[in-house]
């Protein structure tokens, strides 16, 4: 699709591909985003189950083996949040771009 099918005024082509292409890449952020809070969800489940576990007296396994379980665990989750918040970066900084490429569009005058 190309410029004249997508906007009734003549714009520079290139740019209304960037825009295109950082509205795309807006929507990828925001379904990563969804990803990791579902991923984020299910770790502290698990991390949940484990402390449950451990605190359990009646436990019958390794609790060395259960704290290495625990600390991966952890460790996941805040490479996780690490993550997510690279992900909010990314989102607000393709909503900015967006938006201001909406207000240039908009601003362009009609031929």
């Not at 997510?84 to 031929?111: A, M, P, T, W």
């Amino acid at each position: 699709m190309r410029q004249g099918e997508l906007f009734p005024m003549l714009l520079d082509q290139k740019q209304i591909d960037n825009y295109i292409w950082f509205q795309k890449m807006l929507a990828i952020f925001k379904n990563k985003k969804k990803k990791f809070l579902s991923s984020n969800a299910n770790f502290k489940n698990t991390l949940n189950i484990y402390m449950d576990w451990y605190d359990d007296d009646g436990f019958e396994y390794s609790k060395l083996s259960l704290l290495r379980q625990i600390h991966q665990v952890k460790k996941s989750l805040k490479k996780n949040k690490e993550t997510l918040q690279r992900i909010e970066d990314g989102i607000e900084q393709c909503d900015n771009v967006v938006n201001s490429y909406g207000i240039f569009i908009v601003s362009k005058k009609l031929i």
